[in-house]
C-alpha cells in the first residue's frame, strides 16, 4: 500500500492508494504543535489508512520551508516546534521510502495533473488560507528551484516591506479586523483583498508566464470569502503588457489537492 500525508498548520490529513491512482477516503487529525507528538499521530494514521497491508512507499507536504538536502523544516510560522526537525528521518524505519515537500507545491501539484490545471503547459498556483503558498508547475512537474516557492512572502508595500500575506491571508484578516474572516461579510473589504492578492498574481504571472492560474484555499473556495471574479477583474487591468492572459481558474479537489499532488509526487520519485 502507498501512503500520502498532508500537514497543515491546522491539520493532517492521510490517505492511501493501492496503485497511485485510486485515493482512499482521508484520515484527519489535528494538528498538534509539539513535533513528536505530530510524528507519532502521523505514523498512527498512516497504520490505520494502510488497513493491515505493508506500506512500500510514502509522500507528502509539510507547510514550511526545508532544507535542500535534508529536508530540516528551516521556517515554518504555523509550526514553530516543528522547526529543526527532519519529518523525512523521523518517518523513515528502513522498510520502505519516504518523500517530503513543501505542502502547497504538492497542492500545486495536484491541481495541475487531476484538478483545475489540468491540460496547462505552465500552471501557477496560489493556496489562500492561515497564510498564502505557491509554486509553478511545468509539464506536469514541480519546477526546479534552490530551496522553494513562496509567493506570499513578497513585499507589496515598500513603505513598511508589507508581503501579500500581511494584507490578505487569514491570519492577517483576522489581526486586523478581530474577528476570523469566516464572520467577515463586509463586500467591499474582501473586493479590496481581492485587489490585494491581484497585484501578487500579477507579480508571479511576470516572473513565471504561466498558461493556467489555479487558485485555492479557503479564503478563494468558501464563502464569505475572497470573489475570484474579483481578483480576475483586477488582473486584467494590470495585464496590458501583455499579448496573451492565463486562463484564471478555481481549485477543483479542495482538501485534497495535496494528497493527489504527493501521489503524483510519489510516481514521479518512487517508480
Known amino acids: 500500500m502507498y501512503i500520502v500525508f498532508d500537514i497543515g498548520g491546522t491539520h493532517i490529513r492521510v490517505a492511501s492508494s493501492p496503485d497511485c ?3 482512499s477516503e482521508p484520515l484527519v487529525e489535528e494538528t498538534p504543535a509539539d513535533f513528536n507528538e505530530g510524528v507519532r499521530i502521523l505514523k498512527k494514521l498512516m497504520t490505520a489508512s494502510a488497513s493491515g497491508e505493508p506500506i512500500k512507499a510514502a509522500a507528502g507536504g509539510i507547510a514550511g520551508i526545508m532544507s535542500p538536502l535534508d529536508k530540516m523544516l528551516f521556517y515554518s510560522p504555523n509550526l514553530r516546534q516543528w522547526e529543526g526537525n527532519s519529518l523525512r528521518k523521523a518517518l523513515i524505519d528502513g522498510s520502505y521510502d519516504v518523500y517530503v515537500e513543501n505542502d502547497a507545491a504538492l ?15 505552465i500552471v501557477a498556483y496560489y493556496t489562500v488560507s492561515t497564510g498564502i503558498g505557491g509554486a509553478r508547475i511545468v509539464d506536469g512537474r514541480i519546477d526546479k528551484r534552490t530551496v522553494g516557492f513562496e509567493p506570499g512572502k513578497q513585499i507589496i508595500n515598500n513603505g513598511n516591506l508589507q508581503s501579500v500575506e500581511q494584507f490578505v491571508s487569514g491570519r492577517n484578516i483576522e489581526e486586523r479586523y478581530g474577528t476570523k474572516a469566516a464572520g467577515i461579510v463586509n463586500t467591499p473589504l474582501w473586493k479590496k483583498v481581492a485587489e490585494d492578492l491581484a497585484i501578487a498574481a500579477f507579480n508571479s504571472v511576470t516572473h513565471w508566464s504561466p498558461d493556467t492560474f489555479v487558485f485555492g484555499g479557503p479564503l478563494i473556495l468558501k464563502k464569505p470569502g475572497i470573489d ?4 480576475e477583474s483586477a488582473l486584467n487591468n494590470f495585464m496590458k503588457i501583455f499579448p496573451v492572459k492565463p486562463v484564471i481558474k478555481k481549485a477543483e479537489l479542495g482538501d485534497k489537492s495535496g494528497l493527489y499532488g504527493a501521489m503524483q509526487y510519489l510516481t514521479q520519485s518512487h517508480f
Not at 495536484?110 to 489540468?118: I, K, L, P, V, Y
Not at 475570484?228 to 481578483?231: I, R, T, Y
Open 21 to 23: 491512482v485510486s485515493l
Open 107 to 121: 497542492a500545486a501539484l495536484g491541481e495541475a495533473t487531476s484538478g483545475a490545471g489540468r491540460g496547462g503547459k
Open 228 to 231: 475570484l471574479s474579483d481578483v
